[in-house]
């Protein structure tokens, strides 16, 4: 499957623990996008990372959540402390390279985050 | 700042009969257009995109969407739709600055087929 991999597909925690999600951009693909998707609601943009680069933050909550996607592995969304209002889906988009909004972002199939 | 209108939440139709999910955006120049389809427990497939030129464009699974810049509009359409196509349909507009290729999506429309 040469798609946009998110893992895990489920992840379950305890108020108060980490969650990390991964996500591995389709190859070829160095930009990488992170929406989160609420219950009954449409996707919101949380980050926007090129290889080693934060391009644009400006949908991350101010504090618990950090984004990376290093030279080597999958890009990284790591919500510390999750309280049940982190509960959602959370999906991953990639594309190829800038080009003026023409690359079409192409999604994994998220992963369902669930809050005890 | 830019946003998308998807006034539908919930659309029924019957199985064969013609299909039209409306979506508009608000935005001050031409913007990138897409409308993306996600079935129970799956990410977002890209339907259709519309970029520039032709202001109708096709896309996959039979569906067209019409770009008309005097209403703001951006709707989806289907002359004759399956059982398979029951999903949720998300509008989405990216605006594209240096630096800057977020996509805003509207809320949704959910698609139910009765036979």
């Given at each position: 499957?040469?798609?946009?991999?998110?893992?895990?597909?489920?992840?379950?925690?305890?108020?108060?623990?980490?969650?990390?999600?991964?996500?591995?951009?389709?190859?070829?693909?160095?930009?990488?996008?992170?929406?989160?998707?609420?219950?009954?609601?449409?996707?919101?943009?949380?980050?926007?990372?090129?290889k080693e680069n934060i391009i644009d933050e400006s949908g991350m909550p101010k504090e618990r959540f950090s984004a990376e996607f290093p030279k080597e592995g999958p890009s990284i969304l790591r919500i510390q402390q999750v309280?049940?209002?982190?509960?959602?889906?959370y999906f991953c988009a990639?594309?190829?390279?800038?080009?003026?909004?023409?690359?079409?972002?192409?999604?994994?199939?998220?992963t369902r985050l669930s809050i005890l | 700042?830019?946003?998308?209108?998807?006034?539908?939440?919930?659309i029924t139709v019957s199985e064969g009969a013609s299909l039209e999910l409306r979506c508009n955006y608000s935005y001050g120049?031409?913007?990138?257009?897409?409308?993306?389809?996600?079935?129970?427990?799956?990410?977002?497939?890209?339907?259709?995109?519309?970029?520039?030129g032709d202001t109708l464009v096709q896309g996959i699974k039979g569906f067209e969407a019409e770009f008309k810049r005097s209403q703001s509009s951006f709707n989806l359409r289907k002359p004759s739709v399956h059982w398979s196509d029951a999903a949720e349909y998300f509008c989405a507009?990216?605006?594209s600055n240096f630096g800057n290729e977020k996509l805003t999506f509207g809320t949704g429309t959910r698609l139910t087929i009765i036979p």
């Amino acid at each position: 499957n040469a798609g946009v991999m998110q893992n895990p597909r489920h992840l379950v925690r305890r108020r108060g623990q980490e969650a990390r999600l991964r996500c591995s951009p389709m190859k070829g693909h160095s930009h990488v996008y992170w929406y989160r998707q609420l219950p009954e609601e449409g996707l919101k943009f949380m980050v926007y990372l090129q290889k080693e680069n934060i391009i644009d933050e400006s949908g991350m909550p101010k504090e618990r959540f950090s984004a990376e996607f290093p030279k080597e592995g999958p890009s990284i969304l790591r919500i510390q402390q999750v309280v049940r209002g982190d509960s959602a889906a959370y999906f991953c988009a990639s594309s190829p390279r800038r080009g003026e909004g023409n690359q079409p972002q192409h999604f994994g199939d998220g992963t369902r985050l669930s809050i005890l | 700042a830019q946003s998308v209108t998807q006034p539908d939440i919930h659309i029924t139709v019957s199985e064969g009969a013609s299909l039209e999910l409306r979506c508009n955006y608000s935005y001050g120049a031409t913007p990138y257009l897409f409308w993306y389809v996600q079935s129970p427990g799956q990410g977002l497939q890209l339907l259709l995109k519309y970029f520039s030129g032709d202001t109708l464009v096709q896309g996959i699974k039979g569906f067209e969407a019409e770009f008309k810049r005097s209403q703001s509009s951006f709707n989806l359409r289907k002359p004759s739709v399956h059982w398979s196509d029951a999903a949720e349909y998300f509008c989405a507009v990216l605006i594209s600055n240096f630096g800057n290729e977020k996509l805003t999506f509207g809320t949704g429309t959910r698609l139910t087929i009765i036979p």
